[in-house]
C-alpha cells in the first residue's frame, strides 16, 4: 500500500512494507527492478529486469546482503556492502556487465568510505571513486578508477585540513561528482570533484537549522538539495551552477497535524509535462520497519560496455549468455 498526498505536482509516498523474493536456483544475485506504473491504482509495480550472479559466495554465505548502487548516463555501478571487491559496471537494458578489480587495502583506521560514479565527457570514460579520511590526523585519500582498465590509482588533491567527514551519498553533475563535507566546526559546504581538472572546489549551502538531514542530486539539469527536518521538507535548486548565492527554494512541505511517527518515506515528483516521474528517499524511512532499499533516477541507454574497454584484460560479460547462470 502506498499513500500520497498531493501538494502541486509533488506526491508524498510511505510505504508500508518491502517485500524481497529469492530464487532458489540462484540465491546469491543481484536482481535489479524497474518501477512500473507510478500512478496506477495509488500502488506501484516493481518490474524484475534481470540478476547478475555474484562471485565468490563463500565470503557472504550465511549473510544478508546489500548491494549499494550509483547510476550514471544509463549505466550502473554495484557493490556488495559486505565485499567491496565484488562490484560490477553494468547496462540493465542490454545485460551487459563488467567486474571492477579488486580495490586497494585499507591498513589504517579511517571515517565513513564515500563512493562515487561519473562521467568524463572528454574522454568518454566512466569513473569509480573511493573517498576516505584517516581518524588519527585527517588526511583525505582519493582512490579512482576507470572503468574499462584492471587498476585504481591515487589521486593527490588538495582540500582543507578542518574536513573531518564527507556523506556518503554522491551527485552526478555537469563532469563532476559531489559530496557534501562537514568541518571540525559541522559546517556544511559541497565539494565537487571535476574530473577534467582532477581537482575539488566547494560550493556554499543554503542556510539551515541544525538537526537537519540533507541529501543532494541532480534534478531538472541543475544541481539540487532536499533538507529535511522533523516537519519540514525543502528542496533548493542551484539556479547558476557554481554560484553558491544562486540557491532558491523551488518547493517546500509542511505539516504540523502529523507526528514524527508519520513522515514519509519517500517524496515523489510527477512532471506532468516532461512526462519524468521522480522518488526520493527521505531520512526519516525507518528501514527496519521496511528493511533496506535504494530508488535509483534511471535514464535508459544502449551504450555497449565494449565501447568504454581499454586494452585486453577486462572482459565484458553479458546475462543472456549460454555460459552465465542464471
Known amino acids: ?17 518491502i517485500e524481497w523474493h529469492e530464487r532458489r536456483n540462484n540465491p546469491l544475485c543481484c536482481s535489479v527492478f524497474e518501477v512500473l506504473d507510478p500512478n496506477s491504482n495509488n500502488s506501484i ?13 563463500k565470503s557472504i554465505q550465511g549473510r544478508r546482503v ?26 540493465p537494458i542490454t545485460g551487459e556487465f563488467i ?3 579488486k580495490q586497494p587495502p ?10 562515487g560514479f561519473g562521467f568524463h565527457p572528454k574522454t568518454n570514460q566512466y569513473k569509480v571513486m573511493r573517498i576516505y579520511i584517516f581518524k588519527h590526523d585527517r588526511r583525505m585519500v582519493v582512490e579512482m578508477h576507470t572503468v574499462g582498465t584492471s587498476t585504481w590509482i591515487n589521486i593527490e588533491v588538495d582540500y582543507p585540513k578542518n574536513l573531518i ?26 565539494w565537487a570533484f571535476n574530473f577534467d581538472t582532477e581537482r575539488f ?32 521538507v525543502t528542496m533548493w535548486m542551484m539556479k ?16 504540523s497535524s502529523i507526528t514524527t511517527s508519520q513522515l514519509p518515506s519517500c517524496i515523489g515528483s510527477l512532471d506532468r509535462k516532461n512526462q519524468e516521474f521522480r522518488i526520493f528517499v527521505t531520512p526519516w524511512c525507518d528501514f527496519k520497519a521496511h528493511g533496506k532499499f535504494q530508488i535509483i533516477h534511471h535514464v535508459p541507454t544502449l551504450i555497449p560496455l565494449k565501447d568504454i574497454i581499454i586494452g585486453d584484460n577486462v572482459e565484458v560479460q553479458n546475462i543472456y549468455s549460454p555460459d552465465n547462470p542464471n
Request: net charge negative; hydrophobic share 35%; charged share 20%.
Open 1 to 17: 500500500m502506498i499513500r500520497h498526498l498531493h501538494s502541486g505536482i509533488f506526491h508524498l509516498v510511505e510505504y508500508d512494507r
Open 240 to 255: 547558476r551552477y557554481g554560484d553558491g548565492k544562486s540557491w532558491a527554494p523551488i518547493f517546500q512541505y509542511t505539516n
Open 106 to 115: 585499507i591498513l589504517r583506521p579511517y571515517e565513513q568510505i564515500s563512493w
Open 201 to 232: 572546489q566547494s560550493f556554499s549551502m543554503p542556510p539551515k537549522d541544525q538537526g537537519t538531514k540533507v541529501r543532494i542530486f541532480e534534478f531538472r539539469g541543475s544541481l539540487c538539495l532536499i533538507y529535511f527536518n522533523d516537519l519540514l
Open 165 to 190: 567527514h564527507v556523506l556518503n551519498h554522491s551527485a552526478y553533475f555537469n563532469g563532476a561528482l559531489h559530496w557534501i563535507g562537514i568541518d571540525v566546526d559541522g559546517n556544511d559546504s559541497i
Open 66 to 91: 546489500y548491494v549499494d548502487v550509483l547510476s550514471c548516463n544509463g549505466l550502473f555501478y554495484l557493490s556488495c556492502s559486505m565485499d567491496r571487491d565484488i562490484s560490477l559496471v553494468c547496462n
Open 99 to 101: 567486474r571492477l578489480p
Open 45 to 57: 509495480k516493481l518490474d524484475p529486469k534481470f540478476e547478475i550472479p555474484i562471485p565468490d559466495p
